[in-house]
């Protein structure tokens, strides 16, 4: 099982937005509506941000938005802050009770 | 409040076994499927796998099968990931992380295990 493909890295000044993508197959991304994103700060643990594709959590500052079209999911930070830097990563329910993550983007923040 | 608390770090010699815990509080732990996820040093996320807290079920990721084993004490409210025959590959952190509706809403704060002769 393949990780989904997600851009190395992106990079925004404060204020901007930024799109991180998330490519997968219809047997994961494009096939079930459980796509979830996680960003990652130095030395942490992960903390959810997006689940069932576009659903934020209580708590996750609305500026965070989940889509997908076809088998590739996106994640959108509108107004990009400071402590938005961080890794990210996507997951997708991959079938057969099985998971599968995204190879993680770097957001840096200008 | 759910808090999942995982075992101190560790270091080990190729070939030996490891054993990570994973000690769930703030909720009733076999109503929650816990997963294990490893993150080598610079690199992503990687799922292992799940145990069914309530069942003992497991399911491993292919990559896994056959060198790691998922165990839960539930009087303990813990769960355990056993990895054997520790190569130098398997340096990484490990996480749990507790399942709700196919989602990750709890992490542990992981556990670094260092496979160095």
């Known amino acids: 099982q393949s990780a989904l493909t997600q851009p190395r890295s992106v990079s925004g000044s404060p204020g901007q937005s930024v799109t991180i993508s998330c490519t997968g197959t219809?047997?994961?991304?494009?096939?079930?509506?459980?796509v979830s994103w996680y960003h990652q700060h130095p030395g942490e643990a992960p903390k959810l941000l997006i689940y069932?594709?576009?659903k934020r959590p209580s708590g996750v500052p609305d500026r965070f938005s989940g889509s997908r079209s076809g088998n590739t999911a996106s994640l959108t930070i509108s107004g990009l802050q400071v402590e938005d830097e961080a890794d990210y990563y996507c997951?997708?329910?991959?079938?057969?009770?099985?998971?599968?993550f995204g190879t993680g983007t770097k957001v840096t923040v200008l | 409040q759910v808090q999942l608390v995982q075992s101190g770090a560790e270091v080990k010699k190729p070939g030996a076994s490891v054993k990570v815990s994973c000690k769930a509080s703030?909720?009733?732990?076999?109503?929650?499927?816990i997963h294990w996820v490893r993150q080598a040093p610079d690199q992503g996320l990687e799922w292992m796998g799940w145990?069914?807290?309530?069942?003992?079920?497991?399911k491993y990721s292919q990559k896994f099968q056959g060198g790691v084993t998922f165990t839960r004490d539930t009087s303990a409210s813990t769960a355990y990931m056993e990895l054997s025959s520790l190569r130098s590959e398997d340096t990484a952190v490990y996480y749990c992380?507790?399942?709700?509706?196919?989602?990750?809403?709890?992490w542990g704060q992981g556990t670094l295990v260092t496979v160095s002769s």
């Open positions: 992380a507790r399942v709700s509706q196919l989602v990750y809403d709890y």
């Open positions: 219809s047997s994961d991304v494009g096939g079930y509506n459980y």
């Open positions: 703030g909720y009733t732990f076999t109503n929650y499927v």
């Open positions: 145990i069914n807290t309530g069942n003992g079920n497991t």
């Open positions: 997951c997708s329910y991959a079938g057969i009770y099985t998971y599968v």
């Open positions: 069932d594709v576009s």
